[in-house]
């Protein structure tokens, strides 16, 4: 099959040639048809990721066709139209018989932990705990983008923040996950605050939802302006940035018993950020994190995108073959495209 390889961390991959996968007794081989270009594959490209052992084939966002099923596999079969969140459960430990299979033990994750969906085919194991099937009437493409960003931010807002009608929200950081959380808290009927610092992802952001939005820019006191405009503060507010200014804006933020949800990842030198605990005890906040979503959830996100209320579509960016997928990798951390890049041609 035709794939994308690194063989080498930080030098440009390449196109080649390289083996079939066939797929273990529980798992599949997915034949791809849509698969998502993320920041989280140049961070793998980049060997940000101890997982990853070279060579490698990233991509984690993607939709496709059973192509060959495992002896274990009961409930799915050749030719099922399925996706997949991007962690893959094991489906036989405490997390997951608890129903917490997004922060499962044995975790794997497809563009990581094995190769991913850079290519014509890609492997899932523990198939049965881990597969979506896709509604008739939606397309690859729109169901590659939403494996990632999407049910990752409607985690963190539906199921972590339990945004209800009226509240209001603060989504600090609208890139992928912002921009998700921003339609899906909206469409949940609450009334949200975008924040960023780029007036197109405002601009975006209203579009999608968002009653009111700040430019952290051009307002020198974030969490107070936040406050004011909402009487009080926000009742649920998510760092969706993943960045220590942010995640301290979204807890200060809150009114009293507000929820602070911290779905960006905060990364190396920005792994502890000054958390102001006074700030949390005094006014009873809590501080919860966001990691993906169980395969099992996506009905309930189904169900609001075939009604209508959510349309992951209008963050489709552009799309493109296999091979410029290179180039979408390579350039993420300089890129400035809007909406999810999607390769479709293979
Ligand atoms: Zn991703
Ligand atoms: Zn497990």
New binding site residues.
């Given amino acids: 099959m035709k794939a994308v390889l690194i063989e080498q961390f930080s030098q440009r991959p390449t196109i080649q040639q390289v083996a079939d996968p066939t797929p273990n007794n529980h798992g599949v081989v997915i034949r791809v048809k849509a698969t998502g270009v993320c920041r989280s594959d140049w961070h793998c490209w980049q060997g940000h990721d101890t997982d990853v052992v070279l060579p490698h084939v990233p991509g984690h966002e993607f939709a496709g066709i059973v192509e060959a099923v495992g002896k274990d596999v009961s409930k799915f079969k050749v030719g099922d139209r399925v996706t997949v969140p991007f962690i893959n459960?094991?489906?036989?430990?405490n997390?997951?018989h608890s129903g917490n299979?997004q922060v499962?033990?044995?975790?794997t994750q497809p563009g990581f932990t094995h190769w991913g969906s850079f290519a014509e085919y890609t492997t899932i194991d523990h198939a049965d705990v881990n597969l979506v099937t896709l509604p008739e009437h939606m397309d690859f493409t729109t169901a590659a983008s939403l494996g990632c960003r999407f049910v990752t931010a409607f985690r963190a807002v539906v199921d972590q923040g339990g945004v209800t009608a009226g509240q209001w929200v603060a989504v600090h950081g609208c890139g992928g996950v912002g921009l998700s959380a921003i339609m899906i808290a909206s469409a949940a009927g609450a009334n949200v605050i975008a924040v960023d610092i780029a007036e197109d992802k405002l601009a975006l952001a209203k579009s999608l939802g968002a009653v009111i939005t700040l430019n952290a820019n051009t307002t020198d006191d974030v969490a107070a302006a936040i406050k004011e405009v909402t009487n009080g503060g926000a009742h649920v507010s998510l760092d969706a940035l993943g960045h220590p200014v942010t995640c301290v804006n979204s807890i200060n933020c809150l009114r009293k018993l507000g929820k602070h949800i911290q779905v960006g990842l905060l990364l190396a030198e920005h792994a502890t950020p000054p958390i102001p605990m006074d700030n949390v005890v005094a006014n009873e906040l809590q501080i919860l994190g966001s990691h993906g979503m169980q395969a099992f959830r996506y009905n309930a996100m189904m169900a609001l995108i075939l009604s209508g209320k959510l349309q992951p579509e209008k963050l489709l960016g552009k799309t493109i073959a296999l091979e410029d997928a290179i180039d979408a990798m390579v350039d993420m951390d300089t890129s400035t495209s809007v909406g999810v890049t999607v390769v479709t041609h293979f």
């Fill in positions: 459960a094991c489906g036989n430990c997390e997951c299979h499962c033990g044995n975790q």
